[in-house]
Structure formats: structure tokens, C-alpha cells
């Protein structure tokens, strides 16, 4: 790669549009405008980079790596760490400024796990979220439906949804692989783009899709839980299909401020999930709520398929004023991510923006 010191940071800023897939292209571009004093740039190019590629960030731990391309990528991921760190904490005070004698040191704590600029244990075993973590939160695999008092009313709908879903599935609604095919990740290679585990989506990434259509009486039913939403839409909920014969490998989820809530549709007897150390089965109309940032994985060892419609719900444990904190958080740092493009002048296809 050339050398920063001898172009602009706008030839290798036009170098990375040319190439956002390329980890080490976004590392030089980066370092190239960080040393031109537009960090916001090199932060945005970093991020895009480490969203194509997340060896931007951990190349610097490979010795036979070049000394340039260590030294960019030790600079991004400490730069990128700080980032964010910052983020979180600047919002959480000025949230704090607004709600003088709320107490939200919980929140304050949170740790957001890719990006922590010290060194931290997780408190309990199998309990590894991946993205946010609250160590101050009670902890337990799995929560048992009658102590949540709105698990009732979404259990009376059950009829309801039941026959929605079906009329949904008859009318042809699109159904999706949970895992896409472009997932990275080895651990996911065998459902990777497959349909053996699939969704429905009447909410997703917290945007109402065209799906929900079918399903108002679904709709209205969750209305009382505590849905985790992103400026007032539901973030996820999802009719999830496991075909006879699937397994969901053992993983993690992301964070632990939230319960994941399954509603089981059509439950054949040979299905099951483990949390943690507990292994529950689905009974037809009867909630399953459990923490997935504890290891967790699924089976259908039936010959039919079982549905479930899957919500998240902020732990019960929380606070109001705690869940507006986090959910501004969150709202933020989406904001902050979707602005990257536009920060670069950048239109770009297929990556996180």
C-alpha cells in the first residue's frame, strides 16, 4: 500500500470507495485522514471497513502481518473503542441531566462488549452477550411466564395468532433463512441461506414489514409487554419455523437487558431448548422466556415443523427511566451508524449503513 505520508487523504479516501470490502484498503484510508486531524472520517471508514471485514480490527495481533498494517489496525481498534465508549457515556449523562434523582448507574456500567477499553470477566457462566452487557443485572437462564404480568393476555391470544399465522403461510407471506446467506461466521455454515430455520417477520431490525398486514390481532395481543422497541417500533418479532430434523447450534445472544419471549404455535413433542444448563420443551400456547446472552441451542427431532412467534421484552428488573436510557443508547448509536455514509459521501450496497 502507499505510503500516507507521501498522498492525500482524499486519494486514499477515493481508494476506499472504490473498494469498501477491503480491510486493508479502509486501514490506510483511515490512517490517512486520522492523521490529517478527520478523525470523523477515519472513524466512519474504520467502521464500514470492520463491518465488511472484522480482521481490520485484529490484524495487528498477526505477526507476519506488515509493521504498517499492525500499527493502522491497533489505531482503529483503539480509536473505534474509545469511540464508542464515549458515546455511550456521553448519552447516558446528558439522559442523566434530564432526569435529575433517577438513579441509572446500571446503565452507566454497561459495557458494550466489541468495544470496552478495559479488560472485564462476565459474572456468570455460559452468560457471554456478545454486544451489550449489564453486570449489575440479576441473572438467570430462564423466567418462568407467572412472573410476568403480561404474559397472560399474550397467552389468551394464542387462538388468534394461531389462525393468523396460518392464514398468513396459506396467502403465501415470504419467509426468510434466519441465517442469511452472506452470514461469515462458520458457526453458522449449516443453516447458512437455508430454510431448516426460517422467519416470518411482522417486525424487523425496527422496521414494520409488509408481512404484519396479516397479523393485527398478533399486534394488538403484544401491545402490553414490554416489547424493546427502536423509536417506537418493535425492533423484532418473528414467527420463527424449525423444520424435522434441525438443530440451532449452542450461541450467545446479544446483550442481557433483554428477555427473549417464545410463544410456541405448533409445538411437536420432540422439541426442545436448552439455556444455560436447562433444557425446556415448547407446550402449544404456553411462553418460554429466557435471557439468550446465556449459551443457548435448539432442536426438532419431530417430523413436523414447530413454529414459535418470538418477541424481546426488556428485563424485568429494570427500571423505567433505565429502559429509556438504554433504548436512547441504542437510538444513537444507530443514528451514528447510519450517518457514516453520508459522512463520506457514500452510497454503498450490502454493508451495514
Known amino acids: 500500500m502507499p505510503d500516507i505520508t507521501k498522498h492525500s487523504p482524499d486519494e486514499f479516501l477515493d481508494n476506499f470507495r472504490a473498494q469498501p470490502r477491503s480491510a486493508p484498503v479502509a486501514l490506510y484510508a483511515g490512517a490517512a485522514l486520522d492523521r490529517a486531524g478527520r478523525l470523523e472520517e477515519a472513524l466512519a471508514v474504520w467502521t464500514l471497513g470492520d463491518d465488511a471485514d ?21 489505531r482503529a481498534d483503539e480509536a473505534i473503542r474509545a469511540h464508542f465508549t464515549a458515546l455511550h457515556q456521553n448519552t447516558v449523562a446528558d439522559f442523566a441531566r434530564t432526569r435529575p434523582g433517577e438513579d441509572i448507574d446500571r446503565v ?3 459495557i458494550w462488549v466489541q468495544y470496552a477499553v478495559e ?6 457462566p455460559k452468560q457471554r452477550p456478545f454486544v451489550f452487557y449489564m453486570p449489575d443485572l440479576p441473572a438467570q437462564p430462564v423466567t418462568q411466564a407467572d412472573a410476568l404480568p403480561w404474559a397472560g393476555a399474550v397467552e389468551a391470544a394464542y387462538g388468534d395468532i394461531l389462525a393468523e399465522y396460518e392464514a398468513a403461510v396459506a396467502a403465501d407471506a415470504t419467509q426468510y433463512p434466519y441465517v442469511p446467506e452472506n452470514e461469515p461466521n462458520a458457526h ?3 443453516l447458512r441461506g437455508k430454510m431448516d430455520w426460517s422467519a416470518l417477520y411482522i417486525n424487523f431490525n425496527a422496521e414494520v414489514t409488509d408481512e404484519a398486514a396479516h397479523f393485527p390481532k398478533t399486534i394488538d395481543a403484544l401491545k402490553n409487554a414490554p416489547l424493546v422497541n427502536r423509536d417506537g417500533v418493535p425492533l423484532e418479532t418473528f414467527f420463527s419455523r424449525l423444520q424435522p430434523g434441525a438443530h440451532i447450534p449452542p450461541h450467545c ?3 442481557n437487558s433483554r428477555l427473549t419471549v417464545h410463544l410456541p404455535i405448533i ?12 433444557m425446556n420443551r415448547w407446550e402449544e400456547g404456553k411462553i418460554i422466556a429466557f435471557d439468550d446472552s446465556y449459551e443457548h441451542e435448539a432442536w ?3 417430523d413436523r415443523d414447530r413454529i414459535v412467534l418470538i418477541f424481546e421484552t426488556h428485563h424485568p428488573d429494570l427500571k423505567p427511566a433505565e429502559i429509556e ?29
Not at 481490520?56 to 498477526?62: E, F, P, Q
Open 108 to 110: 452507566r456500567n454497561g
Open 267 to 278: 409445538a411437536p413433542e420432540d422439541c426442545e431448548i436448552r439455556v444455560g444448563d436447562t
Open 300 to 302: 426438532n427431532r419431530s
Open 54 to 74: 472484522p480482521l481490520l480490527r485484529t490484524v495487528h495481533k498477526h505477526p507476519q502481518a506488515s509493521a504498517d498494517l499492525r500499527a493502522h489496525s491497533k
Open 325 to 353: 436510557a438504554i433504548e436512547l443508547v441504542y437510538s444513537v448509536f444507530d443514528k451514528w451508524v447510519r450517518a457514516r455514509a453520508d459522512v463520506l459521501d457514500m452510497k454503498i450496497e450490502g454493508l451495514n449503513v
Open 119 to 124: 479488560p472485564f470477566q462476565f459474572r456468570e
Open 188 to 190: 453458522w455454515e449449516k
Open 253 to 255: 445472544g446479544l446483550t
